[in-house]
T-cell receptor
Framework: GAVVSQHPSWVICKSGTSVKIECRSL??????MFWYRQFPKQSLMLMAT?????????EQGVEKDKFLINHASLTLSTLTVTSAHPEDSSFYIC????????????FGQGTRLTVV | GESVGLHLPTLSVQEGDNSIINCAYS??????FIWYKQESGKGPQFIID?????DKRQGQRVTVLLNKTVKHLSLQIAATQPGDSAVYFC???????????FGAGTTVTVRA
């Protein structure tokens, strides 16, 4: 299958700082990218959907000013957690689709964020 | 609201036996379903998918069954191996909607 690379795989930051997570589709053009958050022993919760060249669509309850998403090209999307707090500590996962809605979504390996 | 859910949170299986993981969905507009496997600390890995115009699809050692009448999805794993130990999620996609919603997940543990 297609490869989605996510970087970094883990990061520790201080409260109040910002962290950027990158998601790249390596061998296909990702029309749509998704960002999920997963707490321990829980399911993946969709945070936002981004389409190349347009603003991201955020799910209800997700602060768009805190979780900045940029999808500047068909192979790269970034998630920036601004002014991070310990409660933002989680496993963040990106996913990408090449085209139509009813097609396989490929996932990155995830980023473990710990805010101290 | 409508969501994808799972009947059982955990499943313990003897190595070599068949596993069946169940999933209930309530969104009648969903027309595409995917099963994912997630190992600890990793992203979800695609296992198999099925569209709503089908009721069964087979892969290597895996079979997905879809019952639209009762909105039920299942994943069967034949001859379960230790490497199959993981959390399994079903995910649904509504028609013409790019969003993929995940169920709660079932933790499968394979006993040697």
């Amino acid at each position: 299958g297609a490869v989605v690379s996510q970087h970094p795989s883990w990061v520790i930051c201080k409260s109040g700082t910002s962290v950027k997570i990158e998601c790249r589709s390596l061998d296909f053009q990702a029309t749509t990218m998704f960002w999920y958050r997963q707490f321990p022993k829980q399911s993946l919760m969709l945070m936002a959907t981004s389409n190349e060249g347009s603003k991201a669509t955020y799910e209800q309850g997700v602060e768009k000013d805190k979780f900045l998403i940029n999808h500047a090209s068909l192979t790269l999307s970034t998630l920036t957690v601004t002014s991070a707090h310990p409660e933002d500590s989680s496993f963040y996962i990106c996913s990408a689709r090449e085209g139509q809605a009813n097609t396989e979504a490929f996932f990155g390996q995830g980023t473990r964020l710990t805010v101290v | 609201g409508e969501s994808v859910g799972l009947h059982l949170p955990t499943l313990s299986v003897q190595e070599g036996d068949n596993s069946i993981i169940n999933c209930a969905y309530s969104n009648s507009a969903s027309d595409y379903f995917i099963w994912y496997k997630q190992e600890s600390g990793k992203g979800p890995q695609f296992i198999i998918d099925i569209r709503s115009n089908m009721d069964k699809r087979q892969g290597q050692r895996v079979t997905v069954l879809l019952n639209k009448t009762v909105k039920h999805l299942s994943l069967q794993i034949a001859a379960t191996q230790p490497g199959d130990s993981a959390v399994y999620f079903c995910a649904e996609n509504r028609a013409n909607d790019y969003k993929l919603s995940f169920g709660a997940g079932t933790t499968v543990t394979v006993r040697a």
